[in-house]
């Protein structure tokens, strides 16, 4: 598969030098940072580590001067330097209070609000400084709220004035609990909502419970808190646009690479009561869940940090309505583009400024020069200040920003209704519990729960409109009493299964799935009353539905189940994919057969062979023990030497049968065919399986599914020609992305190692040399390298279509160019 996104001219060899950099005298130098056109990027001031720390958070306080946070340290403060000026250590004052280890920074209402995670002063906390005689010096530190010490970085982060000038709203990661309200948007009923029990790894953060991470709204004095949304990960920064709408760029769970379950960053659109559908190990909701919401954009790989909107910037109208989003593990500062899409948006991003390393941890945009800074730091890496200005000839923009949409304007009447009792809400939200548009949906799902449920639970009941009768039994289920659960199925029972949309009957079966988790397990009546209903349906149309429906199907104990799991998961194409069956089946204990049996243990021997995360062995070894914790003895005794067995190659093999060699095809083998051969005829499932034949899955997103080393090539087929695609598959190395080369680092006794900048510690820099295998990295310690430079080689290894035929190769780059739809005429 394409190793990369096509760039329009080869890169040209860097050779790096990092004595600088290795020697902890500065942060990395603008020369070796790749800057988008029209953009200049000065380094103001390298932070001497021993003394300053490593800053990772930062502000402007009513003077124009800067504030920054040394991650376990104190607070500074600074004036930017003119142009074409740098800053010395003596320019940098220190406050000297019993207050920093902050990972927020604001100045509002002539005070300075600092967001601590760590141990200083009381710990935790949402803090405010203030000067109370006027002399330009802090001199008085309140604690204005406790957070919780949990521990770790997955704390309290950010503090960002809200859109009215008279609020404040915190950013809080997973591992803090919520606290203390006195209102909340989200209905307060969140629960982990598994149907069947999760699968674990390495179980980080095991005993960490939904709701997640979250957001609250408080006043000034930090008396009045309300809970705004919740279900991330750990959402490091925040970001209003014009239109006060807010955003986020939430994290990762890196171990989970390779697994369903895992969930690249992704920009948020943070409306109203949100739930993002984060819960710990193998227990995080799919995306398309409609109890939740979804990204706007997935990103990919990466730790994301501070984040902020252009506007005020003296930048092209693009980069002034750009949100900006840090990663530091990668060192990429993106910029996304935003689009309004009925009552949210959608996005697209590209590389505003990359670095490696640039351990990106804050920026903002100065309302005096119109100037873009940020920080570098963090983890005790080196850290550094810089500037960045338009110096192109586009003309600047006019700070207008982009206008909202009329289906915006109808979600936020919706909110107007969450976490009050208004008489009205009912009228006015009902109508959209069927709404095309999900987040409309999802506004009036909450508008309603935020009522009395005696008042809407019969209106559930007898609801005609069958989108509506979902959402409304999902609210049901969540809040109405069991006693309602005989009715609340009876209801889901009468909805037409043939006449709703794939997206729908998924919906659906989460419905059905939410009813036996929040109101209590079935009767045999109901089970087998339930299995009828929904049995004749699974093998469907789509991964996401055959997903659900076996693991509702398992759940009930089905006959078929079995059988029905078992043929999923051998035609799967992709890891992720047969993990999902995988994950229901082993909690089957009914309808198994040896020839069953032995199918499902030969596929524990093939996942042993996967490649994914860290944790990514662990699941599958713990998903293998709770399937033999339901097998028979006398299962246990015939299965021995299945069960025993290792995988054969260090290759992952994602079919049950091993492919052979086809021919070592060539890009001019299909110049008869390239246009014409895609025309009509080709197979959308056969290319879907070649994408997994071909090991694509293995690095690459495709329609949120598979790896995330690789760029995710779901909209490769708007953007390349067939014959750019095709190249890019047998031809990796023609062409590299910036965005995924690699690079080699060369050590000062000679050595060299090639890879990706995966995380930094210190002076320590964690490198991914394998990218089928996320977590085969080796550790380089900066002050042994000599230099560093930009491969000529892709990491996509070459001979990937070799055990393709043609015309697998031609389903493939159909399946590609398609997008993931299966009614392009390519396939008629």
């Not at 990663?327 to 689009?339: E, N, P, Q, T």
Request: aromatic content about 10%; charged content about 25%; glycine content about 10%.
């Amino acid at each position: 598969m394409p190793r990369s996104f096509l760039k329009s001219a080869l890169a040209s060899f860097v050779i790096v030098s990092l004595i600088g950099v290795v020697q902890g005298q500065e942060a990395t130098p603008v020369a070796e940072l790749k800057v988008k056109e029209g953009f200049k990027v000065e380094l103001l001031y390298s932070v001497p580590k021993e003394e300053q720390g490593s800053w990772v958070s930062m502000c402007y306080d009513n003077r124009g001067r800067l504030i920054t946070s040394d991650q376990y340290g104190t607070l500074y403060r600074m004036n930017p330097p003119k142009p074409g000026e740098t800053l010395s250590q003596g320019d940098i004052e220190k406050i000297d209070l019993d207050i920093g280890e902050a990972q927020g920074l604001l100045f509002a209402f002539d005070s300075l609000y600092v967001v601590v995670n760590g141990k200083v002063n009381q710990g935790r906390g949402l803090y405010r400084l203030k000067d109370t005689n006027g002399d330009d010096q802090f001199d008085q530190v309140k604690l204005l709220r406790k957070f919780a010490d949990a521990g770790g970085e997955h704390g309290p982060h950010a503090v960002l004035l809200g859109p009215d000038g008279a609020s404040l709203y915190v950013v809080i990661g997973d591992q803090t609990p919520v606290t203390d309200l006195n209102a909340s948007r989200v209905p307060q009923v969140w629960d982990e909502d598994q149907l069947l029990p999760r699968p674990y790894g390495k179980g980080f953060m095991k005993n960490t419970k939904a709701p997640g991470g979250w957001i609250a709204k408080t006043d000034p004095d930090g008396e009045n808190w309300e809970l705004i949304a919740t279900g991330f990960r750990n959402q490091y920064d925040a970001a209003f646009d014009r239109n006060g709408e807010l955003f986020t760029y939430d994290a990762d769970m890196e171990w989970d690479m390779n697994t369903p379950w895992y969930r690249p960053t992704r920009i948020n659109h943070v409306t109203s009561g949100a739930e993002f559908g984060w819960r710990n190990g193998g227990g995080k909701w799919p995306a398309y869940y409609p109890d939740s919401l979804p990204a706007v954009l997935d990103i990919g790989p990466g730790s994301p940090t501070g984040v902020g909107f252009g506007f005020g910037a003296k930048f092209p109208k693009k980069y002034q309505d750009a949100f900006y989003a840090c990663d530091w593990s990668y060192g990429k500062l993106y910029a996304v583009h935003l689009k309004p899409r009925g009552a949210s948006y959608t996005a697209e991003f590209e590389e505003f400024i990359t670095g490696r390393p640039l351990p990106l941890t804050d920026i903002l945009i100065h309302p005096n020069d119109g100037a873009m800074y940020f920080t570098v730091g963090g983890r005790r890496v080196q850290s550094g200040l810089y500037r960045v200005t338009y110096v192109g000839d586009e003309k600047q923009g006019e700070n207008l920003g982009l206008p909202a949409s009329k289906l915006a304007d109808v979600r936020k009447s919706l909110e107007a209704f969450h976490g009050k009792k208004e008489p009205q809400a009912l009228a006015r939200a009902w109508p959209f519990l069927g709404d095309p548009d999900r987040f409309l949906r999802f506004a009036a799902r909450i508008a309603v729960e935020s009522q009395p449920v005696v008042t809407w639970q019969k209106r559930v009941l007898t609801e005609k409109d069958p989108a509506a009768a979902i959402n409304g039994a999902i609210a049901l289920a969540r809040h109405g009493d069991p006693s309602l659960q005989v009715k609340l199925l009876a209801r889901l029972h009468q909805i037409d299964w043939k006449a709703l949309s794939e997206k729908r009957r998924v919906d659906l079966v989460r419905a059905y799935s939410l009813v036996f988790i929040r109101m209590g397990a079935p009767d045999d009546k109901i089970r087998q009353g339930t299995t009828a209903r929904l049995d004749a349906f699974l093998p469907a149309n789509s991964p996401e539905l055959n997903s659900e429906l076996l693991q509702l199907l398992v759940y009930l104990q089905a006959p078929n189940a079995a059988a029905k799991g078992i043929a999923l998961l051998k035609a799967a194409p992709s890891q992720e994919e047969q993990m999902a069956y995988a994950k229901s089946l082993r909690h089957l204990k009914t309808g198994w057969v040896r020839p069953l049996r032995e199918d499902f243990f030969k596929w524990f021997t093939l996942a042993a062979g996967y490649k994914g995360g860290a944790s990514f062995g662990l699941f599958v070894a713990n998903m293998k023990k709770d399937a033999l914790a339901n097998l028979p003895e006398e299962e246990k005794v015939a299965l021995k030497a299945l069960i025993a067995a290792k995988p054969d190659s260090k290759t992952p093999q994602f079919t049950f049968e091993a492919r052979s060699f086809v021919k070592a095809w060539k890009v001019s083998d299909f110049d008869d065919v390239i246009n014409v051969g895609l025309e009509s005829g080709r197979s959308f499932s056969n290319g879907r399986q070649m994408f997994g034949a071909g090991t694509c899955f293995a690095c690459h997103r495709f329609k949120q599914e598979g790896g995330a080393i690789g760029p995710d090539l779901t909209s490769a087929g708007g953007k390349f020609s067939p014959r750019d695609l095709l190249e890019s598959i047998i031809e990796p190395s023609k062409v590299i992305s910036d965005q995924y080369g690699a690079t080699v680092f060369t050590k000062k006794d000679g050595s060299s190692i090639v890879g990706r900048i995966m995380n930094l510690n210190g002076d320590k820099i964690q490198v991914n040399v394998n990218m089928i295998d996320p977590s085969d990295t080796v550790s380089i310690d900066r002050k042994d390298l000599q230099g560093q430079k930009e491969s000529e080689v892709s990491m996509m290894p070459p001979g990937l279509t070799y055990s393709l035929s043609k015309d697998d190769v031609l389903d493939l780059l159909a399946y590609l160019l398609s997008q993931g739809n299966p009614d392009d005429p390519m396939f008629k």
